[in-house]
């Protein structure tokens, strides 16, 4: 067992929260039928959210040129396009037990803080201290105008957080669900277009950020580490 007290995280817009919420509550309180629609919801929401805090929102805060928004820009597209023709093909095949096991799964991977006096709902998943540890040394090289030194350890960091957020948010959930053959195979072509597509941005896009960008860049990764729950891995 290994503790993680680490989050990267985000926060949920107020549509998602409350759409999973009455989810989670109603498969908890016994619901008899599946719920194909608020799971499609859900998960379509849930995915424009992930996009826009891990992609959209740094490449605009970080000014980034209009062809280098452009390769953002595709690179959403394409992850939307193939993970909604996942959860489209899949959503109304779930029976009633493995929509429990959906909303169980996304009670874990979301916590509420307390944001100056206000409580907020995050939807995050646990890092481990010594990955989180690397990274803040990064971004702090970065913030301090240096971002070339930290290059490296930038690029190894958005590319292990890239394999652990699809773990979490796809591979994981998957397993739970114990997809027949086929809608596992759809879902793995998911993930696999996925993942190359997000690698292939962090290659081409984090290398050409001039010192002013990668400064705001590590910034914001640095923000979304938050101390949350611990978090046990069995």
């Not at 605009?60 to 040129?65: G, Q, T």
């Amino acid at each position: 067992m290994s503790d993680h007290s680490t989050w990267v995280a985000f926060r949920s817009s107020e549509t998602l929260h409350q759409t999973t919420d009455g989810f989670i509550r109603r498969m908890r309180d016994g619901a008899s039928r599946p719920e194909p629609e608020t799971i499609e919801k859900i998960m379509s929401v849930f995915m424009q959210e992930v996009l826009h805090n891990f992609f959209i929102v740094p490449t605009e805060m970080a000014k980034l040129p209009p062809s280098t928004q452009k390769i953002v820009q595709f690179t959403v597209d394409t992850i939307n396009k193939a993970t909604h023709l996942v959860i489209k093909s899949t959503v109304k095949k779930l029976d009633i037990d493995q929509n429990r096991r959906a909303a169980e799964y996304m009670d874990t991977v979301r916590f509420t803080l307390d944001v100056k006096g206000e409580e907020m709902w995050f939807v995050a998943f646990p890092l481990n201290e010594m990955m989180a540890a690397k990274g803040r040394k990064a971004f702090e090289i970065g913030i301090n105008g240096d971002g070339r030194q930290a290059m490296p350890m930038l690029l190894e960091y958005f590319h292990q957080l890239t394999d652990i957020a699809l773990y979490w948010y796809f591979e994981e959930p998957m397993k739970l669900l114990r997809f027949g053959p086929i809608m596992r195979k759809l879902a793995d072509v998911g993930i696999a277009t996925t993942r190359k597509a997000t690698h292939t941005v962090i290659d081409k896009v984090i290398p050409g950020m001039n010192p002013e960008q990668l400064a705001i860049a590590c910034q914001y990764a640095k923000m979304q580490l938050v101390n949350g729950p611990k978090h046990h891995d069995a």
